[in-house]
Structure formats: structure tokens, C-alpha cells
């Protein structure tokens, strides 16, 4: 995971675990891509305030993660749903009729599974 | 979920944030099957004292899943990964040779999803 994936994933597992000050600054400059000194005119305070809260913001999800590794065990998930999709779509072509249509059913199932996690 | 079922999965993702004696005697009471009287006599404190603790470990985890909801996504994943191992398990009588190679490599990915998760 790169370590912008990585804070993506923090914030969807950890996000609501944030003050909402937070969450919406870290969701502001990371996710709405919004710069510091941007924020900070929006809301009336110094830009090294905003940046503080987004640190802190941070430093609070990362130690979540170091306590319940949730989103690393996220990542090992991610990485056998890839390989299973990639047998599956390997596996097709070999396929017709009953069992062509089941394997298209686990198709299907797989990707609510990678949009479901 | 039934209950008994949703408890150990919130001490699984979130036992790592209790404090140490939260942790250990909520492990003790719903994991070893220690009674409280147990607990209480072993530890030198009163029954109440014991209840008390693993009554405010359970709260404080009941609050984390009611903000990131994080267990109920591991039921629907769950679920899912039930079906899939079903519809894997009907399709192999209709596989032979490399097809059915691919097919029992992916009930071992399935095997490793449902243990990883």
C-alpha cells in the first residue's frame, strides 16, 4: 500500500473515531484536496493551527491501526480477492452452460466482495 | 450475528483498545469461561468490581463498532465468502484437468480469505 492508500484506508476505517474538527480538515486537504492556507481563510485560523490538527488527526489513526492492525488485515484481504479474480477470469474461457453461469455468479459475488471491503 | 458470536468478534477487532485489565477480564469471563466469582476471588476484588470492568469493556467497543461499523462490514463480508464456497463447491463435479486445478487453487484462496478475515 502506498502510504497515500494507506491514509485513504485510515480515514475510512478510523474516520468517525476523529473529533469532527478533524475530520473535516483531513478530509478537506486530503480527500477534497483542499490546501492548508486554503482551510485556514475558510475557517479564520492560522494555517500551522489547521496543519496541527490534521498531525494530530493522524497520529491519532495510525495508533489505531498499531493497536487493531484492521487495515493492514484489509490489505491481505484486497490481495486474495485480486488472485481470486484473476483465476476466475483465467478459468472462464474453459467454461459453457450450468457451470459458466455459476462462474459468473462468483463474479459477480467478488466484486460486492472488493466494493463491500 | 447472534450475540455470543458478535461479542467475540468485537474483542477480535477491538480488544486491542481496552485497558489491561478490561482486556483480561472480559478474555477471562467470554473466552476462558471463567464465572465472575472466579475472576473476583483470583484478583482479590469484589464480583461487582469484576462485572463493573467488563460491563465498561463491552460499552467502550459497542461505541467503536456504532461509529466505524467495522464488524457488521466483516458479516456481510462473511456472507459473501459463504456463498462464494458454495457456488465453488457445486461448480468442481462439472471441472477436470487445468480448470479444476484453477478451481481448487481458488477454494484455497477462499480457505485463506475466510481465516484472514
Same sequence: chains 1, 2.
Avoid: C
Wanted: charged residues 35%.
Amino acid at each position: 500500500m502506498d502510504e497515500a492508500y494507506f491514509r485513504t484506508m485510515l480515514f475510512d476505517f478510523y474516520g468517525e473515531l476523529l473529533t469532527d474538527k478533524q475530520k473535516e480538515y483531513f478530509d478537506l486537504h486530503y480527500n477534497e484536496d483542499l490546501s492548508l492556507t486554503e482551510i485556514a481563510q475558510s475557517e479564520g485560523i492560522s494555517r500551522q493551527g489547521v496543519w496541527d490538527i490534521i498531525r494530530r488527526a493522524e497520529e491519532s489513526m495510525r495508533r489505531y491501526e498499531e493497536k487493531t492492525g484492521l487495515v493492514a488485515r484489509f490489505g491481505r484481504e484486497r490481495s486474495l480477492i485480486d488472485s481470486l479474480e484473476h483465476t476466475l477470469e483465467a478459468l472462464l474461457p474453459h467454461l459453457e452452460g450450468e457451470p459458466r453461469t455459476m462462474a459468473e455468479e462468483m463474479q459477480k459475488e467478488l466484486t460486492e466482495l472488493r466494493h463491500g471491503i
